[in-house]
């Protein structure tokens, strides 16, 4: 019927790290023509859902990356906007008017806590009437215990269908004595049983469905830089430098003389300057992507080229216990 139907288009889509979760959603919204679409994202995937959607829906001529906390009206015939989860109570009120038929929640996870400003805006968003598509997308649904999905499942409007609040608390939740739950669970199989059964979460392993994918796999993450400007500084005095070292080798090659030896290295010196400068610009990205990451129970290895940039990294990390 209707209401079964209906059921299936809000779920979460829990695979496994690097098995699609984003080209999944995207070609749920563009088979059931599910747009306008609200993606709301961590800041450090806004420039990677770009990109995924205007390669997988070129059809959408008109996408909307927001930023910033003072909303602007958003222009008539966007097809997707792509938010953050740390501005969307700002522009809560904007994005309800533009009238959004789907709504995709990536790293879903961050709305595991009911207390949270994203969490209340996601949840205000979510029940529109005009919202008939409910996606959420994590590979960590449940960071620390079952009730990190009550706030996700209320999103999706599906907490009913596990028999409410109460029911699922004292079926799935251990109480503690200081009010809240322990971390951990209780009869966690039959919660994932029910939840698949139900058609509300898809959960698939890279062992399971890519045999032939391998362990490793290499991502380009884009991100913005900080200062542009200043990078753009560094790109010109680079050229130039470059530019002139040419110039001295051509002279040299005239005249049958060897080049000047900071000629011969200025392109490798110029590169490594380049390089300096472009990971000083996107430190504060990387980080936030980092964190973001970890907060989602991942394990990390960073690579640095500087010495004090790896410090760097290291100092902001120490409370995770990183070690250099």
């Not at 009206?73 to 097809?79: L, M």
């Not at 209780?186 to 049983?193: R, S």
């Not at 200025?266 to 996107?282: D, P």
Request: glycine share 6%; proline share 5%; charged share 30%.
């Amino acid at each position: 019927d209707v209401y079964k139907r209906q059921k299936h288009k809000r779920c979460f889509i829990a695979d496994q790290m690097g098995l699609g979760k984003t080209v999944q959603a995207l070609a749920t919204l563009l088979k059931l023509q599910a747009f306008p679409a609200l993606i709301v994202v961590p800041a450090s995937l806004k420039l990677n859902w770009l990109r995924e959607a205007s390669k997988w829906l070129p059809a959408v001529r008109k996408m909307e990356v927001l930023s910033g906390r003072k909303p602007l009206p958003i222009p008539r015939g966007t097809g997707i906007v792509i938010i953050n989860y740390d501005i969307l109570d700002a522009w809560q009120t904007t994005l309800i008017k533009w009238r959004p038929v789907a709504l995709v929640l990536d790293e879903s996870q961050y709305c595991k806590s009911g207390r949270t400003k994203r969490t209340k805006s996601a949840r205000v968003i979510a029940s529109c009437k005009t919202i008939r598509i409910r996606l959420l997308l994590s590979g960590t649904p449940v960071v620390n215990s079952p009730p990190d999905l009550i706030p996700q499942l209320i999103i999706l409007d599906r907490l009913k269908d596990l028999g409410g609040y109460r029911a699922f608390v004292d079926r799935y939740c251990i109480p503690s004595s200081w009010g809240g739950f322990e971390k951990g669970g209780q009869h966690l199989d039959e919660l994932n049983a029910r939840m698949r059964a139900g058609g509300m979460f898809i959960r698939r392993l890279k062992k399971d469905v890519l045999t032939e994918l391998p362990d490793k796999r290499r991502a380009v993450v884009p991100m913005r830089l900080k200062n542009r400007r200043k990078y753009e500084q560094a790109q010109k005095r680079v050229s130039e430098k470059i530019a002139k070292a040419r110039y001295e080798r051509r002279c040299a090659e005239q005249e049958g003389r060897a080049p000047e030896g900071w000629a011969v290295a200025a392109s490798v010196t110029g590169i490594t300057e380049l390089r300096r400068v472009a990971a000083e610009c996107k430190m504060d990205s990387a980080m936030l992507w980092i964190r973001e990451m970890i907060d989602a129970g991942e394990k990390l290895v960073i690579f640095g080229f500087h010495v004090d940039i790896v410090e760097r990294i290291a100092r902001d990390l120490a409370p995770f216990n990183c070690q250099v």
